[in-house]
Antibody
Framework: QVHLQESGPGLVKPSQTLSLTCTVS??????????WGWIRQHPGVGLEWIGY???????YYNPSLKSRVSMSVDTANNYFSLTLSSVTAADTAVYFC??????????????WGQGALVSVSS | DIQMTQSPSTLSASVGDSVTITCRAS??????LAWYQQKPGKAPKLLIY???SLKSGVPSRFSGSGSGTDFSLTISSLQPDDFATYFC?????????FGQGTNVEVK
């Protein structure tokens, strides 16, 4: 059973940096076959991928956020992190970490954290 | 990026009804489409992948169909637990993208 858990401050001041960590248990983020990443959901709105990576180094950042976002990985402790700089109220959202859809022998699944609400406010 | 357009945005229905949600891609995604159910305060849950394959454990009243650009999710005989928001996601082309969601509400 794979479990993902987001952690980090729930309140960030405008112009500061949002930092979240996703701790993974039950699977190794060292496994190059999996896509690990961050998805956010603005209140009452849809979902968007912020960025994702494979352990082989391939990485994607949403172009609308690319100048402000970075992800890092700690394989020794099996977690990955998100930083989003120069935040504004528009970055207020629920942030999910996830293992993207993967398939084995024709059967597919994915895994999500429970989500972390981050509010940007002074 | 591939745009995913869902309709309707809101669907009002009663227990026992059969409902259908559609999802259209801005270009062909073959059959690389997934459907999710999300309830308030929770992460989305995968229901269907590869357009029509039911994830293990998902009730058989959920079904998906389509290929290319046009897809649908049908819930036959809606149950109280099914009132939720549903999203499609294409995973044919990076970046993967979601539809804007369909809220299935009590009529």
């Amino acid at each position: 059973q794979v479990h993902l858990q987001e952690s980090g401050p729930g309140l960030v001041k405008p112009s500061q940096t949002l930092s979240l960590t996703c701790t993974v248990s039950g699977a190794s983020i060292n496994n190059g076959a999996y896509r690990w990443g961050w998805i956010r959901q603005h209140p009452g709105v849809g979902l968007e991928w912020i960025g994702y990576f494979y352990h082989n180094g391939a990485t994607y950042y949403n172009p609308s956020l690319k100048s402000r976002v970075s992800m890092s990985v700690d394989t020794a402790n099996n977690y990955f992190s998100l930083t989003l700089s120069s935040v504004t109220a528009a970055d207020t959202a629920v942030y999910f970490c996830a293992r993207g859809l993967y398939c084995a022998n024709g059967v597919c699944s994915d895994d999500w954290g429970q989500g972390a609400l981050v509010s940007v406010s002074s | 990026d591939i745009q995913m357009t869902q309709s309707p945005s809101t669907l009002s229905a009663s227990v026992g009804d059969s409902v259908t949600i559609t999802c259209r891609a801005s270009q062909s995604i073959s059959g690389w489409l997934a459907w999710y159910q999300q309830k308030p305060g929770k992460a989305p849950k995968l229901l269907i992948y590869k357009a029509s394959s039911l994830k293990s454990g998902v009730p058989s009243r959920f079904s998906g169909s389509g290929s290319g650009t046009d897809f649908s999710l049908t819930i036959s005989s809606l149950q109280p637990d099914d009132f939720a928001t549903y999203f499609c996601q294409q995973y044919d082309t990076d970046p993967w993208t979601f539809g804007q969601g369909t809220n299935v509400e009590v009529k």
